[in-house]
């Protein structure tokens, strides 16, 4: 089971991961100093307008600066609609080197976690993802067909 969390969101309100059951989410983290996640960032974001319906696309900054790096560094990508979150602190997920220290590891950047309709974490993958290719939607909708 994904563990109970509360995620601090770019605007400073909080979300309990709870909230979002019945649904499958989506959980990236990603940091602004990792290329590949820059990449990526606008691709989720188009994974969230195309499946929100079915998929809460959640967008977990590990930036250490938090918002003051984060909320400029999306509105330069136009990064508008896609769930964001902050953990500059590293309570949500931390490097392999400290596994003890939050719930989710960092195995590599950018990482995306995939949880079930009931709250279970079906996998994770490691590194850019095309979430607008026929594969990776694919992936997504199975686990919202499997409730």
Sequence with gaps: MAPPLTFERIDGKLTDLRSLRGKVVLLSFWA????????ELPMLEHLSRVE??????????????????????????GVTHLLSFLD??????????????????????PISFVI?????IAGYIIGEVDWRSQDGVALLRHYSKAR
Excluded: N
């Design 32 to 39: 602004t100093w990792c290329p590949p996640c820059r990449r």
């Design 88 to 109: 500059p602190e590293g309570r949500v997920a931390a490097p392999l080197s400290d596994p003890q220290k939050a719930p989710f590891i960092l195995y590599g950047m």
């Design 116 to 120: 079930d309709p009931r709250g279970r």
């Design 52 to 77: 929100g319906a079915h998929v809460e696309v959640v967008a977990v900054s590990v930036d250490p600066l938090g918002r003051s790096a984060v909320a400029p560094f999306l509105d330069r990508l």
